[in-house]
Every structure is written in structure tokens, then in C-alpha cells.
């Protein structure tokens, strides 16, 4: 848990619970936080002690401890974009989440639609913009059209994020998003119902979640929305059966198209019965409030069950 972006201290909300409802009796558990300071294991006192970056283990009394496998809690980087996961690769260690390639496409949100277009997903217009190019005001009006997203390339969590109404206010939505990342994407506003729907690996059967519905207080489901009670999150969502089998079949199509493992959390706004893509995660928050538990609990898989079932599959 942990990691190097904005997301940081969600992570560590998330892998907390995870170490709260992991089996005990199954499961000899170690909190490992990483920062881009230093990599270390927190004891139940939250005493810190080293570890060992060559083997990715740790020293207790003298005794030193290698793991049979990671449960990646990491939003953002390094464990959402692929960079832990190649790293696990090298050291033979199984890690719940998909491997290094698959995270790195599906956390770069330009590559992920560019990617999944020859699959005939939808996904709104874009215009791509990296730090240092000349902004066209005009060109990106005409592309995308008002109002608009402006969002980092590769951040989670809405951080670097705006919707943007005028066109005299893209300079500042764009410098803000630039804060998170040096590649960004401008999207055009999708006017519809919002849904995110959990698909899991589970008893071996690749098998999505019930779908929730995103209503927003705010202007969008931004930050504030997702992790400061300024929405309301209804699942099962309330759309139709046609728009229900819809995304849930795209969401279990993409899943396999790309070779996912482990958790996905994907983001659709239906234009009439046709699911949208927005972007997907493949480290979704896993607290007791986030989605996915949610949509998990829904289906009758508690928290200890749904953090167990991850680790049996990486084990697979």
C-alpha cells in the first residue's frame, strides 16, 4: 500500500482494510508501505523496519521473511501503472492485480481507447495535449466541442481533472491538469447516465458485479464526490434491463480483450442503450465504502471472501 501519486493516502485506507478482514487463521499478513522515500514493513505498533528492495523481503528478530504473495493495494503509481507488477515478474512473487503491460495501458488512458477502438468499444471524442505543445483553443473547441473534460493522462481519483463550460477557462483547467501528469486528454461531455461496474476473477469464473449508478452533487464525479459523501452511489443502478446486460457484457468483453486479472473497476455514461467508456481501474479502492466492495457485497461476497478470492487466483 502506499505508492508515489496524489492517490497515496487512499491506498493506505484501502490496504488497511484489506489487512483488517484477511483471514488470520488462513493468512500470515504484512503491511509493507511503500514511499518514494523508502519501502518498509509497519508492525502492529506501526513500528517501521527496512526492506529489502533486491528480494522484496523483510528481517523479524533475526529471521528473515520471504512472501508467497503481494496483495497490490497501490493506486497510481508505481502499483496501478505497471511498474510493481514488472517488478514482481522479475522476483517470481504472484501479485493480485493484472501484469505489468495490462496495467500500464489501462492506467495511460490515451493508449487504453486508442487500444480498445479496433474492438468497436465506444468512448467520447478526444484531443490529446502534451506539456510544452502550443494549446489551439479553437482546434480543441471543434474536436471535442463545450462543455468538455480536461483530465490527466495518468492520475486517478479525478485529481487533475476539470469540466470545462467556456472556452476562455481550457488555459487554466489544463495547466491544473499538467500539475499530475506532462500528457493529458480532452474529452467531450457525455451526457447521460454514469454507471461503474466491478468485474473479478472469482471461483475461476471471470464475473462482473452488480452495476452502480454515480449521481453526482457536484458538477461531475470529481474527488469531492467520490471520497467526500458529495454524491449518492445506487447499486443495483437504476437503468434498464436492455442497459444493464449491455454493460455488463462490454465490461466482461473488455476484461478479456485486454487478458485482465484480479480487480477491475470500469466507468461507462450510456447515450441512450449504448455504454460509453470513460477509463478503467485495475486497483480500485477497497475500502468499506468504494464500489467495488459495495457491488460486492450486493452479490453476497463479504470483504474477507472478496480479499481471499484475489490471492487464490494470483496462487492459480
Known amino acids: 500500500m502506499g505508492g508515489y501519486s496524489s492517490e497515496h493516502h487512499i491506498s493506505i485506507k484501502s490496504g488497511n482494510v484489506v489487512y483488517k478482514y484477511l483471514d488470520a487463521e488462513k493468512y500470515n499478513a504484512y503491511r509493507i508501505v511503500i514511499t518514494k522515500e523508502k519501502w518498509f514493513y509497519l508492525d502492529d505498533e506501526n513500528q517501521e523496519l527496512p526492506l529489502d528492495k533486491s528480494d522484496f523481503s523483510i528481517t523479524i528478530d533475526g529471521r528473515t521473511i520471504h512472501f508467497d504473495c503481494v496483495f497490490n493495494a ?18 517470481g512473487i504472484p501479485q493480485t492485480s493484472c501484469d505489468h503491460y495490462e496495467a ?3 492506467f495511460n488512458k490515451r493508449d487504453l481507447l486508442s487500444a480498445l477502438k479496433p474492438y468497436g468499444v465506444p468512448c467520447a471524442k478526444s484531443y490529446f495535449l502534451n506539456k510544452g505543445q502550443s494549446v489551439d483553443e479553437n482546434a480543441i473547441v471543434d474536436k471535442v466541442g463545450l462543455p468538455c473534460f480536461v483530465k490527466a493522462n495518468r492520475a486517478g481519483s ?17 495547466a491544473n491538469a499538467f500539475k499530475e ?46 471520497y467526500m459523501g458529495k454524491s449518492q452511489e445506487i447499486t443495483p443502478a437504476r437503468i434498464s434491463k436492455t442497459q444493464e446486460s449491455k454493460v455488463k457484457e462490454m465490461a466482461k468483453y473488455i476484461y478479456k480483450v485486454l487478458g485482465l ?14 455504454p460509453h467508456l470513460l477509463e478503467i481501474n485495475t486497483t480500485p479502492g477497497l475500502t468499506e465504502e468504494s464500489l467495488l466492495p459495495q457491488q460486492a457485497n450486493k452479490a ?16 492459480r
Do not use: W
Open 74 to 91: 497501490i493506486h497510481g503509481t508505481p502499483g496501478e501503472d505497471g511498474l510493481m507488477q514488472a517488478y514482481f515478474e522479475l522476483l
Open 104 to 106: 500500464a495501458l489501462t
Open 158 to 174: 479525478s485529481y487533475g481533472v476539470a469540466k470545462v463550460h467556456k472556452k476562455e477557462d481550457l488555459n487554466a483547467a489544463i
Open 181 to 226: 501528469d506532462s500528457q493529458i486528454i480532452i474529452e467531450s461531455f457525455l451526457d447521460g447516465t454514469e454507471v461503474s461496474v466491478g468485474v473479478i476473477t472469482h471461483n475461476k469464473e471471470v464475473t462482473v458485479l452488480p452495476v452502480t449508478e454515480i449521481i453526482s452533487e457536484n458538477d461531475f464525479f470529481d474527488f469531492e464526490a467520490k
Open 261 to 274: 486479472k484480479g480487480y477491475t473497476r470500469s466507468e461507462f455514461i450510456f447515450i441512450g442503450d449504448e
Open 300 to 315: 453476497g461476497i463479504s470483504l474477507g471472501e472478496l480479499f481471499d478470492s484475489a490471492i487464490v487466483e494470483a496462487l
